[in-house]
């Protein structure tokens, strides 16, 4: 099930508890069942093994909300957040690819692993994190990101302006041929056919890293368990 969905299914068990509780006289204020229908979310996303930002997101949503609407903000206010949304995240319901931040970790890794004057791509590079912390590292490297949502497009291209040639556009049409390096911090549901991508295209002896997430099957060559407040690790694979 794709993240943002199992999210949003896990508001409903905690609406309907302060459903029932609203309409029994039971004496909560609405604050309270705000908060109640927060923490039954974020309870259920810790139970599904949801990403941490994700149980955040259950436990603020409609607490945040409610406080919106108590203060009367303008309704500009929550198209504005709705948009951004859109800009940010909807695509991960169709490609079940939701947005994950690498560590200062991830990024230090992939900079000692670029051999020199090295090509790095990050395929789905998010706002750009790991590519920035890899051209702090490594100046000679030669980066690239392809990412697919407009708002984190721009994000990571004006953060990385003439430092790293970022394309918005779907990670499936990259070129991989010519990468010393290939990343991926996506999720279980493309690992399979992003390793058909990188068999048909990575040269020999080149890096297939993914951050977390196992290919069905595929044997790693090396496993590096990062000291990171998600404790992520780096699945390694060389090109045969």
Not at 106 to 119: I, Q, T, V, Y
């Amino acid at each position: 099930m794709p993240p943002a969905l199992a999210a949003l299914l896990a508001q409903l068990p905690g609406l309907a508890l302060a459903a029932v509780l609203l309409t029994s006289g039971a004496p909560l204020p609405l604050p309270a069942l705000a908060m109640l229908v927060g923490v039954v979310a974020a309870a259920l996303a810790i139970h599904w093994r949801l990403p941490s930002w994700w149980r955040l997101i259950n436990l603020t949503f409609v607490p945040l909300l409610w406080l919106g609407l108590a203060a009367d903000l303008d309704s500009r206010w929550f198209l504005a957040g709705f948009l951004a949304l859109a800009l940010t995240s909807l695509g991960a319901v169709r490609t079940r690819v939701p947005l994950y931040l690498s560590s200062a970790a991830a990024a230090r890794e992939l900079a000692r692993r670029l051999p020199g004057n090295g090509r790095l791509m990050d395929l789905g590079c998010g706002l750009g994190g790991p590519l920035a912390g890899v051209r702090r590292a490594r100046p000679d490297a030669r980066l690239e990101g392809v990412e697919a949502a407009p708002l984190n497009w721009l994000i990571a291209r004006v953060r990385l302006w003439r430092r790293a040639d970022i394309r918005l556009g779907s990670l499936w049409d990259a070129d991989l041929s010519g990468c010393d390096v290939v990343y991926a911090y996506l999720s279980p549901a493309p690992m399979a056919r992003l390793w058909q991508k990188a068999e048909a295209e990575m040269k020999p002896g080149s890096l297939f890293i993914s951050n977390s997430f196992a290919v069905p099957g595929l044997a790693f060559d090396e496993v590096i368990e990062l000291d990171d407040l998600s404790r992520s690790r780096l699945l390694i694979r060389r090109m045969r």
